[in-house]
T-cell receptor, first 114, second 113 residues
Framework: DADVTQTPRNRITKTGKRIMLECSQT?????MYWYRQDPGLGLRLIYY???????NKGEISDGYSVSRQAQAKFSLSLESAIPNQTALYFC?????????????FGPGTRLLVL | DQQVKQNSPSLSVQEGRISILNCDYT??????FLWYKKYPAEGPTFLIS?????DKNEDGRFTVFLNKSAKHLSLHIVPSQPGDSAVYFC????????????FGSGTQLTVLP
C-alpha cells in the first residue's frame, strides 16, 4: 500500500466551481505539504502544516485554502477554480524528528479547469 | 526570481555512459540539497541528498557533488541505464526557511539503449 495517497487522481471542473483535493498518509509524519507543478517551473509550495494546529502559507497560496483534519489528512481546496489553476498537484510529508528533512510525495492529482 | 536553477531542460545519454545533471543556486543560506526523480504519472521520489558540510555523497550508481563556492551541485549516474530515464529535480532547503524545499525546474534525462 502507498504511504501517501491522493484523491482524486484526475479531475476536470469548470471555472467558478469549488473543489477539494485530499491527501492521506500512513507514514506517521507530522509535516504535510501541498505543491503544484507547472511545465518549466518545477514544484512550487502552496501551503504546509507542521502539525494539526499549524498551517502556513507557501509561495503561491492565493486562491487556495487547506484543512488539516488529523495528523494523517491534509486537504487542499480551490474555492472558485480558475483556468490558470490547471496543474499537477502533489501532497508530500516529512518527519520533523530529523534535522535534515526528506519529503515523500504522493502520486499527484491532475486538475483541469475549463 | 528562481533561487534554484536547472538550466538544461533535457539530456540524452547512451546506456552505460555517465549522466551528469547540473543545478545552480543563488541563496547562500541553503545548507541541504536533494535530488528527486520523477516518472510519468507518479510523484517525485527521493534519490540522494547532501549536506553543505560535505562536498560529495555517493549511493551506488549515484553521486552528488557540491561546490559551495560556485553555488553549484551535480548528480552523476554511472553507468546510466534505460530505467534511469525520468525527470530529475534538484531541491534545496535552509534552517531559516523552516526546511521548506525550493525546487529547480527539472531536467528530462533520456538514456538510449
Amino acid at each position: 500500500d502507498a504511504d501517501v495517497t491522493q484523491t482524486p487522481r484526475n479531475r476536470i471542473t469548470k471555472t467558478g466551481k469549488r473543489i477539494m483535493l485530499e491527501c492521506s498518509q500512513t507514514k506517521g509524519h507530522d509535516r504535510m505539504y501541498w505543491y503544484r507543478q507547472d511545465p518549466g517551473l518545477g514544484l512550487r509550495l502552496i501551503y504546509y502544516s507542521f502539525d494539526v494546529k499549524d498551517i502556513n502559507k507557501g509561495e503561491i497560496s492565493d486562491g487556495y485554502s487547506v484543512s488539516r483534519q488529523a495528523q494523517a489528512k491534509f486537504s487542499l481546496s480551490l474555492e472558485s477554480a480558475i483556468p490558470n489553476q490547471t496543474a499537477l498537484y502533489f501532497c508530500a510529508t516529512s518527519d520533523a524528528a530529523g534535522r535534515k528533512e526528506t519529503q515523500y510525495f504522493g502520486p499527484g492529482t491532475r486538475l483541469l479547469v475549463l | 526570481d528562481q533561487q534554484v536553477k536547472q538550466n538544461s531542460p533535457s539530456l540524452s545519454v547512451q546506456e552505460g555512459r555517465i549522466s551528469i545533471l547540473n543545478c545552480d543556486y543563488t541563496n547562500s543560506m541553503f545548507d541541504y540539497f536533494l535530488w528527486y526523480k520523477k516518472y510519468p504519472a507518479e510523484g517525485p521520489t527521493f534519490l540522494i541528498s547532501i549536506s553543505s558540510i560535505k562536498d560529495k555523497n555517493e549511493d551506488g550508481r549515484f553521486t552528488v557533488f557540491l561546490n559551495k563556492s560556485a553555488k553549484h551541485l551535480s548528480l552523476h549516474i554511472v553507468p546510466s541505464q534505460p530505467g534511469d530515464s525520468a525527470v530529475y529535480f534538484c531541491a534545496a532547503s535552509s534552517s531559516g526557511s523552516a526546511r521548506q524545499l525550493t525546487f529547480g525546474s527539472g531536467t528530462q534525462l533520456t538514456v538510449l539503449p
